[in-house]
């Protein structure tokens, strides 16, 4: 199993639309949890940290459930302008080396559509 | 504030020529530093990380190495280069501290194009 996962999409939507996506992962000690944004042939954007209790950056809603270890990400309203790909980020903590290693997903491909 | 930069942008080099990726962090003392390499159509592979001057360990074997002869600065090479080794190279480092829960940042990115 790996050790993140993300359905690749692509999820195509009409503008004003909501829509969902889902990240697994497979290690229960995992810390901390984030959403990128990226855009064709550009590097990974921070869009948003998740919360164990959820959080909301307008119309952006994260939401963390650890007992099944997976992560969500809801756009409400979608807009032309969102159309990239989204990557889920899991953090696992310290190693040996006393580095964290962040391990992405390969991500989620949204096609926002007039 | 901290910002990362990396270069060059693009680059398209012939098999077995030797590559050098350079990255640099400013605004903040030891960083953790990444590089990370995504291939067409895959996710975000990472090659080395670093926790300090001359500190690299490696995640994947390969013909590609990694060095940090200074606090801030990060370099990725390879002596010969192979045609699998096209893709594009980030740079990453750390925001430390519970505050920022160890968010990553990462530079512009390096398109590499082995013909």
């Known amino acids: 199993r790996k050790e993140v996962e993300q359905d690749p999409g692509p999820f195509n939507v009409p503008e004003g639309a909501t829509v969902a996506f889902n990240c697994t992962y497979s290690?229960?000690?995992?810390?901390?949890f984030f959403w990128y944004r990226q855009d064709c042939r550009k590097e990974p954007k921070l869009l948003m940290s998740v919360y164990s209790s959820g959080n909301e950056d307008g119309r952006f809603t994260a939401q963390l459930n650890r007992a099944s270890q997976y992560i969500s990400l809801l756009i409400r309203d979608s807009k032309l302008s969102d159309s990239a790909t989204y990557l889920c980020v899991v953090n696992l903590g310290r190693r040996s080396g006393g580095s964290y290693i962040p391990t992405f997903g390969r991500g989620t491909s949204l096609i926002v559509h007039p | 504030s901290q910002t990362i930069h990396q270069w060059p942008a693009t680059l398209v080099q012939p098999v077995g020529s030797p590559l050098s990726l350079e990255c640099t962090v400013e605004g903040t003392s030891n960083p953790n530093l990444y590089w990370y390499r995504q291939a067409a159509g895959r996710g975000l592979q990472l090659l080395f990380y670093s926790v300090g001057i001359g500190q690299i360990s490696s995640e994947v074997p390969q013909n590609l190495s990694a060095s940090r002869p200074q606090d801030r600065q990060f370099i990725l090479s390879s002596k010969k280069l192979l045609l699998s080794d096209s893709g594009f190279y980030l740079c990453?480092?750390?925001?430390?501290?519970?505050?920022?829960?160890?968010?990553?940042?990462f530079g512009e990115g390096s398109w590499l194009t082995v013909v």
């Open positions: 290690n229960s000690a995992s810390q901390s």
């Open positions: 990453a480092w750390r925001r430390g501290g519970l505050q920022y829960r160890n968010t990553i940042y």
